[in-house]
């Protein structure tokens, strides 16, 4: 099973930007489906983005969708998450997970990181 870690999480003021990081060891990242989560406070873990492990097809979440970014370097077994436009809204615990479906459903996914915090400021 392929262990996940997330790091480049912080503290950034709203219109900034942030690049999230997950590296994976055990197993080879090419081989899964990637995505990203996040969960906010008192909140149910919500769908990201989702990238198919095959041709790098992507699909965001509508909230999401044209300030941040996926994509990945298959040769340092790394997937990233560029977040730009930062919203206070964006604010929460974000994780990435591997799976062998592309879907959005976070009970699909069979490994997670534990999670980097990303605080946007208004």
């Known amino acids: 099973q392929v262990q996940l870690v997330e790091s480049g999480g912080g503290l950034v003021q709203a219109g900034g930007s942030l690049r999230l990081s997950c590296t994976a060891s055990g197993r080879a990242l090419s081989i899964y489906h990637m995505g990203w989560f996040r969960q906010a406070p008192g909140k149910e873990r919500e769908f990201v983005v989702v990238q198919r492990r095959n041709d790098g097809s992507t699909y965001y979440a509508d909230s999401v969708k044209g300030r941040f970014t996926i994509s990945r370097d298959n040769a340092k077994n790394t997937v990233y998450l560029q977040m730009n436009s930062l919203k206070f809204e964006d604010t929460a615990v974000y994780y990435c997970?591997?799976?062998?479906?592309?879907?959005?459903?976070?009970?699909?996914?069979?490994?997670w990181g534990q999670g980097t915090q990303v605080t946007v400021s208004s």
């Open positions: 997970a591997s799976g062998s479906t592309f879907t959005s459903l976070p009970s699909d996914f069979d490994s």
